[in-house]
């Protein structure tokens, strides 16, 4: 059984950092995609960034490029997402998610991923 087990959330003041995990077991994303998304209280979710193995393409989010990156530890079998400059405008609910199949991957940030994590809160004061 896939699982996709998220850690690392917490509170934060506003330009601080955090760097979340997302340990997947069960199964291996090695030509698949891996991504991080967000919701927050009354919106719906959204895509923060994504790494698509086997395409060869990392993706971001408008809102995060340049503070958020994406990376993952192959021999770990884990994604991480290191957030730099954090605003209260980040504050959600972070989950992760992955799939393997191409045609949902090459458009991983508009998340219509298979496999989904519990999620981990991120919480960023002013």
């Known amino acids: 059984q896939v699982q996709l087990v998220e850690s690392g959330g917490g509170s934060v003041q506003a330009g601080g950092s955090l760097r979340l995990s997302c340990a997947a077991s069960?199964?291996?994303?090695?030509?698949?995609?891996m991504g991080w998304f967000r919701q927050k209280p009354g919106k719906e979710r959204e895509g923060v960034a994504a790494?698509?193995?086997?395409?060869?393409?990392?993706y971001y989010a408008d809102s995060v490029k340049g503070r958020f990156t994406v990376s993952q530890d192959n021999a770990k079998n884990t994604l991480y997402l290191q957030m730099n400059s954090l605003i209260p405008e980040d504050s959600a609910v972070y989950y992760c998610?992955?799939?393997?199949?191409?045609?949902?991957?090459?458009?991983?940030?508009?998340?219509?991923?298979?496999?989904w994590g519990q999620g981990t809160l991120v919480t960023v004061s002013s």
């Open positions: 998610a992955a799939d393997d199949t191409p045609r949902r991957c090459r458009v991983a940030l508009q998340g219509y991923l298979e496999v």
């Open positions: 069960g199964y291996t994303y090695s030509s698949g995609c």
């Open positions: 790494i698509w193995f086997g395409g060869g393409f990392t």
